[in-house]
């Protein structure tokens, strides 16, 4: 993203692809692949808060783990702190990832349930040979105090706990090793709706005091809303548009997040949102559409959007979009000699 900071990138994702090989017949041959992400570009600042949002298998969780390289990406360079994850061999990229840290969507499924609460932070610790001896269970109080548990939680196995305070403990083993970013991979969508708040609080209370960075992976537009300084809006891999909150939510240009914004649900009956209904379904990512992924769906299209595909282009200094139509450039390149 071209977002104007004054500071240079804590991560600079450049033309990130994974594509899951298909595999058919009797001796597993590859017969396509899905394109789970199709040349993804970002940055974020130090300290900031960049959130993925888009339907349900746009890509979103793909992006976070391949920037861990939790999955192996298939191209494009993640490059953090000024080094490229990917040309990392396994020992410089141990030393490197406690730096990147993630938060799972199931806070329970997590956590291993044999071990306690103790144990799980421990074995984070010992990992990567942090906190020795008898400064090992101070600093794990300290963990549990920092996410508003009390210290007689190190002794306790997970299932002891409710799914809000099982996400703090995930919280607190994330943050043992010191990390400068954290893929929070929807934090809040498993836990009952009075207990979200208080989560999203936390959260923000520790970027505020560690000076965190987060990678927001949601699907809610209210919560994007509450806690992104940018927003990137992903459709079938791509992401179509990116810009900071205010952008996004009072000037979107992609009818794709047009559509977005329709579909959240207005709390005030008197300011309620015209609907934008899509027609069609979203088209597999084994075999996408050619030029604009979202082209068989858009009420906008053009020709061109058949044929081209379209990058991301400046609306403003801290806005850009990828809309032959409303958002032209004449970077588009044809897409007759894809795979």
């Not at 595999?23 to 808060?49: E, L, N």
């Not at 956590?111 to 269970?137: C, D, F, I, W």
């Not at 548009?241 to 005030?268: C, N, Q, S």
Request: charged share 20%.
């Amino acid at each position: 993203m071209n977002v104007s900071t004054p500071t240079e990138p804590l991560l600079a994702v450049e033309g990130l692809v994974k594509h899951f090989p298909v595999r058919r017949g009797v001796f597993s041959k590859v017969v396509g692949a899905v394109r789970a992400v199709d040349g993804v570009d970002f940055t974020i600042p130090p300290g900031k808060t960049l959130s993925l949002v888009g339907e349900s298998g746009c890509g979103k969780t793909t992006v976070g783990r391949t920037i861990l390289r939790l999955i192996e990406p298939t191209g494009g360079r993640v490059v953090f702190k000024g080094v490229d994850m990917v040309s990392l061999g396994r020992r410089e990229l141990r030393t490197t990832r406690r730096r990147m840290q993630i938060i799972f969507q199931d806070p329970y499924g997590s956590l291993n349930p044999r071990m306690t609460v103790y144990s799980v932070l421990s074995e984070v610790l010992n990992a990567h040979g942090l906190a020795p001896g008898k400064q090992r269970r101070e600093r794990i109080y300290e963990l549990l105090d920092l996410v508003g548990l009390p210290p007689e939680s190190a002794d306790r196995y997970p299932h002891e706990f409710s799914g809000g305070q099982r996400q703090r403990i995930g919280i607190a083993r994330a943050l043992a090793v010191e990390p400068d970013l954290i893929v929070a991979d929807e934090p809040i969508s498993a836990l009952d709706v009075s207990i979200q708040a208080q989560i999203l609080n936390l959260l923000a209370d520790l970027q505020e005091r560690l000076g965190l960075a987060y990678l927001f992976i949601s699907h809610d537009l209210s919560v994007v809303q509450l806690v992104s300084d940018m927003v990137a809006v992903m459709y079938l891999g791509r992401i179509v548009e990116m810009g900071t909150v205010k952008d996004i939510f009072e000037r979107p240009v992609h009818p794709y997040t047009k559509a977005l914004l329709a579909a959240a649900p207005v709390a005030d009956p008197e300011h309620a949102r015209k609907r934008i209904i899509l027609s069609g379904d979203v088209p597999s990512p084994i075999n996408p559409p050619s030029g604009c992924h979202f082209h068989p769906r858009c009420p906008d299209a053009i020709p061109a959007c058949r044929e081209l595909e379209q990058a991301l282009t400046p609306v403003t200094a801290s806005h850009e979009a990828a809309c032959m139509v409303h958002a032209p450039t004449t970077g588009a390149t044809s897409q007759s000699g894809s795979e």
